[in-house]
């Protein structure tokens, strides 16, 4: 029974539990994070959020009702940032340094 919602809600164009999707949890979980936290982050932490906020990121651009965070999130995709996450790669120390070297 599970599974057969869970089919038919991956076949529809729109969200239809938009907001109470996992998706807009997980953006505005870690939008609230990132903005209040003056933490250090460790590369594994920084490794598994990218990846969900790169996969809510594409749902919402591809699903999302809300035609403002649809473009919100198709605009954030646009980013650089992200280019490796649609190779399928992952974040990696070097690439962390590297970015830290930057600033």
Not at 22 to 32: A, E, G, I, P
Not at 61 to 86: E, F, G, S, V
Request: one cysteine or more.
């Amino acid at each position: 029974m599970a599974e057969q919602i869970i089919q038919k809600l991956m076949n529809e164009k729109r969200c239809s539990i938009w907001p109470e999707c996992s998706c807009n949890r997980v953006l505005c979980h870690w939008q609230d994070k990132l903005d209040n936290d003056d933490v250090a982050w460790e590369r594994e932490e920084l490794v598994w959020a990218e990846c969900l906020i790169f996969h809510a990121l594409s749902c919402a651009a591809a699903h999302c009702p809300n035609p403002k965070i649809r473009t919100y999130a198709t605009l954030q995709l646009l980013n650089p940032w992200w280019d490796r996450q649609k190779r399928g790669e992952e974040l990696t120390k070097e690439f962390c340094e590297a970015r830290r070297a930057q600033q």
